[in-house]
């Protein structure tokens, strides 16, 4: 059951398309949702610390916090307009502490949701995914930013490798698969076996334990790259939500995106929905 979602809110542009996603997963399932806005402390170069005025470094945090507000006010009319019981927080924070900030947030709720990161954004939302995926214990819905409708559940993508990330989205993701129409177990053919088990046959048994019929799909590497065969596979298929895990790794208490995981996050058509 997915009784609250929480979503981080972004200042600076007309529409949220990470809260209007979150409003209509929160719609769907009865459930509450959380916006997270974040005011930013300024940027300063390190080779321009001292050589910037206070009072310009002033007019930075005021807009950040002019930013932060006008997202939730946004979110708060969304929210009363799709008939949703909705709360609202803004916290200050720099970009890395928002991150790791929005992750322990994220571990009071059933689902956290997250925008894709956007290049001119820089490394603020790529690190608020990150932060959210592996630090929260949660599922996490990513987003693209070309997403226009509501939550849609005619078609789930099941990404199977065999791994404990794969296992645990799975899981994660039942509540989801439970008002599909329809749900592929993917496999990419080539893709390392993580656990002997890479067929999908056992997981195909598992999920019809639950009343889950679903079919199993073996797909080719494109160039031995699986992202892309997944991407193509989810456009060719019209799926709406794609289900995997969710993989990196830590150096100096820094995550790092494995490269399947970050290739689907840079060019995803559709929602994510990831754990670790």
């Known amino acids: 059951m997915v009784k609250d979602v929480v979503v981080n809110l972004t200042g600076g542009h007309p529409q949220d398309f990470a809260a209007d996603f979150a409003i209509s997963v929160a719609g769907t399932f009865t459930a509450e949702v959380a916006g997270i806005a974040f005011i930013y402390e300024p940027v300063i170069p390190g080779d321009m610390l001292g050589g910037i005025p206070t009072d310009l470094i002033e007019v930075q945090r005021e807009e950040n916090r002019?930013?932060?507000?006008?997202?939730?006010?946004?979110?708060?009319?969304?929210?009363?307009?799709?008939?949703?019981?909705?709360?609202t927080r803004i916290v200050d924070a720099s970009l890395a502490g928002a991150a790791d900030l929005f992750g322990r947030i994220a571990r009071r709720f059933d689902i956290a949701v997250v925008g894709q990161a956007r290049r001119e954004q820089g490394a603020s939302e790529e690190l608020l995914i990150e932060g959210a995926l592996f630090g929260s214990g949660r599922p996490v819905v990513v987003v693209p930013y070309i997403q226009k409708q509501s939550l849609k559940l005619d078609r789930i993508l099941i990404c199977w490798d065999g791994s404990r990330p794969a296992a645990r989205a799975i899981a994660d993701s039942i509540p989801f698969l439970a008002r599909a129409k329809a749900i592929d177990i993917v496999v990419v053919t080539g893709e390392r076996d993580k656990s002997g088990e890479i067929t999908g046959r056992n997981m195909r048994r598992h999920l019809a334990r639950h009343g889950f019929q679903t079919e199993i799909k073996h797909i080719m590497a494109t160039g031995g790259v699986a992202q892309n065969a997944i991407l193509t596979h989810a456009l060719e298929s019209r799926t709406d939500l794609i289900v995997m895990g969710g993989y990196g790794h830590s150096?100096?208490?820094?995550?790092?995106?494995?490269?399947?995981?970050?290739?689907?996050?840079?060019?995803?058509?559709?929602?994510?929905?990831?754990?670790?």
């Open 251 to 276: 150096r100096l208490r820094e995550f790092i995106l494995g490269g399947v995981t970050r290739g689907i996050l840079k060019s995803m058509p559709v929602p994510v929905l990831m754990s670790h």
């Open 66 to 87: 002019k930013a932060a507000e006008a997202a939730v006010s946004r979110f708060e009319a969304a929210s009363r307009a799709a008939g949703v019981s909705a709360e």
